[in-house]
Structures are given as C-alpha cells and as structure tokens.
C-alpha cells in the first residue's frame, strides 16, 4: 500500500516562499499519479495541483498557476510543490495523495484519490 508522509509547512508573511515535499514508501511511484489538495477551515478541500509520476506531465488550479510548481525526484520517490508568491487565501492545510494512473489526464478531484497523508499546514499572514 503507498504510504504518503507531507513536510515543510510552517507560517510566511505574504509574498513568501515554502516547499512541501511529500515522501513515499510502500510501492514504486512510477504507476501513480501525485496530487495536492489544501483544506481551509469550514471549506471544502480543493486541488490544487498534481504530477503524473511516468512523464512528469502537470496540471495546476487556476488560483495557483504561475505560482506554485509541483516536480518530483523519482531516486528519493518524493514530490515536491514549490509555493511562490504565497497570499493569505494560501493558508490551508495541505495534504499530498495518489491514484493509480490508468492514462489521460487524472482529475484534481480528491474524491478521486485514495491514499493521503497526514497534511501540513500552511500559514500566510503578516
């Protein structure tokens, strides 16, 4: 079963910089596609971006695009999101998930991935 394991929250002021990593073990990344997801408090968890481990193909929420990049080191079998730019609408606890890829585009649905991590949070405020 993948294991899924989020690192690198913590509090910036606005218009800083955070990069979240988030760590697997249990099965070879290769067959899976990676997705982020945040969570603020009383909302609904979003996507916002993900990576398809085989081609390195990405897709990202418009309210992040030219902002946060998502890549992944397939020797460490760990994905990164590099948040840029951050906002205080940034502020969330975001979680990394994965999906078997079966080809096409993966939806940034979380309804649609089924092994999480525990999430970490992201704080922006000045």
């Known amino acids: 079963q993948l294991q899924l394991v989020e690192s690198g929250g913590g509090s910036v002021q606005p218009g800083g910089s955070l990069r979240l990593s988030c760590a697997a073990s249990?099965?070879?990344?290769?067959?899976?596609?990676i997705g982020w997801f945040r969570q603020a408090p009383g909302k609904e968890r979003e996507g916002v971006s993900y990576?398809?481990?085989?081609?390195?193909?990405?897709n990202y929420a418009d309210s992040v695009k030219g902002r946060f990049t998502v890549s992944r080191d397939n020797a460490k079998k760990t994905v990164y999101l590099q948040m840029n730019s951050l906002k205080p609408e940034d502020t969330a606890v975001y979680y990394c998930a994965g999906r078997i890829y079966i080809g096409g585009l993966p939806p940034l649905d979380y309804a649609e991935y089924n092994y999480w991590g525990q999430g970490t949070q992201v704080t922006v405020s000045s």
């Open positions: 990576i398809i481990i085989y081609s390195g193909k990405t």
């Open positions: 249990g099965f070879t990344l290769d067959s899976y596609a």
